[in-house]
């Protein structure tokens, strides 16, 4: 699981939680909506963004393994032989889908209680929704 992934999670994981809420601890939680929105969208962003990073974090490994003829031992029978070390590997993108649709569906969930409970309006639902794409 990568960093992404696991905030994403976290995030979602906590607005969950809130859905189960008593109403006055919700209403608590609906005065903190806009740190928690952000945190969704930062969590998006950080998603949509992962491509982009890994591509420029393996090729910086690339180049330096390269360039400084980076190699790591492997002991075996014949004792130990060099050999360079193996490529970062990617986060699939079934588990960043995975993450960002929990993330949503999460953050859609704590937003319509709030709205059943009458703690935020029809407009402040529909805007944060349309804000989290």
């Known amino acids: ?53 890994f591509v420029r974090l393996h090729a910086a490994q690339e180049w330096y393994v390269a360039t400084h003829n980076v190699t790591v031992s492997v002991i075996g029978p014949r004792g130990a032989t060099e050999y360079p070390p193996p490529a970062v590997h990617r ?25 059943a409970e009458e703690l935020i309006r029809a407009s402040r639902l529909s805007a944060a929704i349309t804000s989290l794409g």
Not at 24 to 37: C, K, M, P, T, Y
Not at 94 to 99: F, I, N
Not at 105 to 115: G, H, K, S, V
Request: hydrophobic share 45%; with cysteine.
């Open 91 to 115: 986060t699939p993108d079934r588990e960043l889908q995975k993450a960002r649709r929990g993330l949503v569906e999460a953050a859609t969930r704590f937003l319509e209680r709030c709205r």
């Open 1 to 53: 699981m990568s960093f992404t992934t696991e905030m994403a999670g976290l995030v979602a994981e906590q607005l969950s939680r809130f859905v189960s809420f008593n109403r006055h601890q919700l209403a608590g939680q609906v005065e903190n909506l806009d740190f928690w929105l952000a945190e969704v969208r930062h969590a998006l962003v950080a998603i949509d963004g992962y491509g982009v990073r």
